[in-house]
């Protein structure tokens, strides 16, 4: 593999916001980096989550985010890899999220669907979220036809 990645330029009239296409063999590390640095160069307007872990304060960016959600009193960001506690409410965090990326599954829960691996609708009346990573999930009643929604809107299968 190369160091260097090849960038190609097309300027088309048709597009008002850029679009960027990565063609690759995998997707490995580089290519996530790649990710992160253009999702972190356009998207500054949607900032990093200061999060609590081991009584130190962290910045958890929005992309890593797996779901958040309440523990009791508390509300908790998962991450693939570490779980963190915010100072928050769940409905101030929902303010500052991306909202094309994340989604209020239930009152106690809001997911990012690009983590996302499939939506079981075989459950009776609810919705089952299965991420990436192998956490499971589930969508309330009240929130299935808003999910189903989304998912025919954005041309995903099984809505």
Known sequence: MKDMVEIEVVLDERYA??????????????????????????????????????????????????????????????????????????????????????LRISQSEIINLYKVRSFDFNLAGTIGVEFDCGIKSWASRSRVKQIKALLKQNRIKGG
């Open 17 to 102: 916001d850029p679009l960027v296409t990565i063609r690759t063999k995998s997707n490995t590390q580089q290519v996530e980096n790649i990710i992160c640095a253009i999702e972190d160069a356009s998207h500054s307007d949607f900032p990093q989550i200061a999060a609590v872990k081991d009584d130190v304060v962290m910045f958890v960016s929005q992309r890593d985010i797996v779901r958040v959600h309440t523990e009791g009193r508390k509300v908790v960001i998962q991450t693939e890899k570490d779980i963190f506690t915010v100072k928050r409410t769940l409905a101030g965090l929902e303010d500052v999220l991306n909202p094309t990326r994340f």
